[in-house]
């Protein structure tokens, strides 16, 4: 079974950056297609970016685009979201998850999810 922590998340101000990480453990991701996700107080979860598992395909919500940057390390079975020029609207707990049989960015199938980190943007 693969496990996923977050980390990374914290309060910025508008126009910040922060750096999420996702490190996997049980075994390695290197096959599996990632994605981020994100949820905000009284919404849906909802897609942020996938990377497929080579790293050789990236997809981004139109909303992130240009300021996101997801990447992966699969020596240290770890990936990144890097998020620059953040905005208030960003604010939301954000999710890594995996799928070994993605075949769909925004749907997966992704098996295994993480915990979760809280992001907070401040105007």
């Known amino acids: 079974q693969v496990q996923l922590v977050e980390s990374g998340g914290g309060l910025v101000q508008a126009g910040g950056s922060l750096r999420l990480s996702c490190a996997a453990s049980?075994?390695?991701?290197?096959?599996?297609?990632m994605g981020w996700f994100r949820q905000a107080p009284g919404k849906e979860r909802e897609f942020v970016a996938a990377?497929?598992?080579?790293?050789?395909?990236?997809y981004y919500a139109d909303s992130v685009k240009g300021r996101f940057t997801f990447s992966r390390d699969n020596a240290k079975n770890t990936v990144y979201l890097q998020m620059n020029s953040l905005k208030p609207e960003d604010t939301a707990v954000y999710y890594c998850?995996?799928?070994?049989?993605?075949?769909?960015?925004?749907?997966?199938?992704?098996?295994?999810w993480g915990q979760g980190t809280q992001v907070t943007v401040s105007s």
């Open positions: 998850a995996a799928g070994a049989f993605v075949t769909r960015p925004m749907s997966g199938p992704y098996d295994y």
């Open positions: 049980g075994r390695t991701f290197s096959n599996y297609a």
């Open positions: 990377i497929s598992w080579s790293g050789g395909r990236l």
